[in-house]
């Protein structure tokens, strides 16, 4: 059974970081992109940053959303089949539900109905 753990969510102020992570167990697939998703209370998920890996372990391509360059990194170790969503300089309208999620291939994407395995969501509040 594929299962994908968050953690790390929590209050800050503006201006603050956070550091997410996202454990991934029970695929056995190769090549797989991991997704970093968000969802503000009436909005739409959005994603927000991805990596994906060769069959080999090497990393293929990382993506973020615009919004979010130079705040966010995202990394990973392939060993612990572990994602994590490194966040500075907060702002208050990066208040959202985080969640994780897999898909096959090294593409990456910022589309939902790519991904087929999801986390649970962890919320990640920043204070003005």
């Known amino acids: 059974e594929v299962q994908l753990v968050e953690s790390g969510g929590g209050l800050v102020q503006a201006g603050g970081s956070l550091r997410l992570s996202c454990a991934a167990s029970?695929?056995?697939?190769?090549?797989?992109?991991i997704g970093w998703f968000r969802q503000a209370p009436g909005k739409e998920r959005e994603g927000v940053s991805c990596?994906?890996?060769?069959?080999?372990?090497?990393?293929?391509?990382?993506y973020y959303l615009d919004s979010v360059k130079g705040r966010f990194t995202i990394s990973s170790d392939n060993a612990k089949k572990t994602v994590y969503l490194q966040m500075n300089s907060l702002k208050s309208e990066d208040t959202a539900v985080y969640y994780c999620?897999?898909?096959?291939?090294?593409?990456?994407?910022?589309?939902?109905?790519?991904?087929?395995?999801w986390g649970q969501g962890t919320q990640v509040t920043v204070s003005s």
């Open positions: 990596i994906s890996r060769t069959m080999f372990g090497k990393i293929y391509s990382t």
């Open positions: 029970g695929f056995t697939f190769g090549d797989y992109a």
């Open positions: 999620a897999l898909k096959r291939g090294v593409t990456h994407s910022d589309y939902v109905g790519e991904y087929d395995y």
